[in-house]
T-cell receptor, first 110, second 117 residues
Framework: QKEVEQNSGPLSVPEGAIASLNCTYS??????FFWYRQYSGKSPELIMF????GDKEDGRFTAQLNKASQYVSLLIRDSQPSDSATYLC??????????FGKGTSLLVTP | EAGVVQSPRYKIIEKKQPVAFWCNPI?????LYWYLQNLGQGPELLIR????????DSQLPKDRFSAERLKGVDSTLKIQPAELGDSAVYLC???????????????FGQGTRLTVV
């Protein structure tokens, strides 16, 4: 069973702070890694994807991948109350479907 | 460009009744997924299509669930008969490629919230 693990939270950060969301996965053969944001009652929305080791930045978001440690993270700088949502980590294994973690609930407090 | 379109958005049915969900993926996307999401959980795969072929349906409860993707575009997911435990959100997603590596970003439709009473 290919596992994707996330801390369910809630993770609470003050407005303007950096939110750090973490995800570990079990299969070293995984190739693609994704972060989705899901507001309550809405469908998942793709925020970032990363394929190679290292950092990838997009605006206030940075995805970090360490394949040796089987670890992927999402940093949100200058967190805003509108960032409050559940963040889903998803991992793509070659020949398999996108496999999701259970999500981490983020609460940004004003 | 239109995103993934699903219908209906909401459905309430009595147990033992049939129900069907429809999905139209993003134009040109070869891979189509049906996921089920329970409250507080991440999406769980039901079935994945590469064009018209179902390549991963190991999690689909085949005694009551069926799916099809005729002509490799639209897809329909059916439950017959529905049970109380089927109440969940059914999500459809599509991507350019499903084989791994690049172009595997999946985009979701708005989902169908099913309530079985």
């Amino acid at each position: 069973q290919k596992e994707v693990e996330q801390n369910s939270g809630p993770l609470s950060v003050p407005e303007g702070a950096i939110a750090s969301l973490n995800c570990t996965y079990s299969d070293r053969g995984s190739q693609s890694f994704f972060w989705y944001r899901q507001y309550s009652g809405k469908s998942p929305e793709l925020i970032m994807f990363i394929y190679s080791n290292g950092d990838k930045e997009d605006g206030r978001f940075t995805a970090q991948l360490n394949k040796a440690s089987q670890y992927v993270s999402l940093l949100i700088r200058d967190s805003q109350p509108s960032d409050s949502a559940t963040y889903l980590c998803a991992v793509k294994y070659s020949g398999y479907a996108l496999n999701f973690g259970k999500g981490t609930s983020l609460l940004v407090t004003p | 460009e239109a995103g993934v379109v699903q219908s209906p958005r909401y459905k309430i049915i009595e147990k033992k009744q049939p129900v069907a969900f429809w999905c139209n993926p993003i134009s040109g996307h070869n891979t189509l997924y049906w996921y089920l999401q329970n409250l507080g959980q991440g999406p769980e795969l039901l079935i994945r299509y590469e064009n018209e072929e179902a390549v991963d349906d190991s999690q689909l409860p085949k005694d009551r669930f069926s799916a099809e993707r005729l002509k490799g575009v639209d897809s329909t997911l059916k439950i017959q008969p529905a049970e109380l435990g089927d109440s969940a959100v059914y999500l459809c997603a599509s991507s350019l490629s499903g084989t791994g590596g690049m172009n595997t970003e999946a985009f979701f439709g708005q989902g169908t919230r099913l309530t079985v009473v």
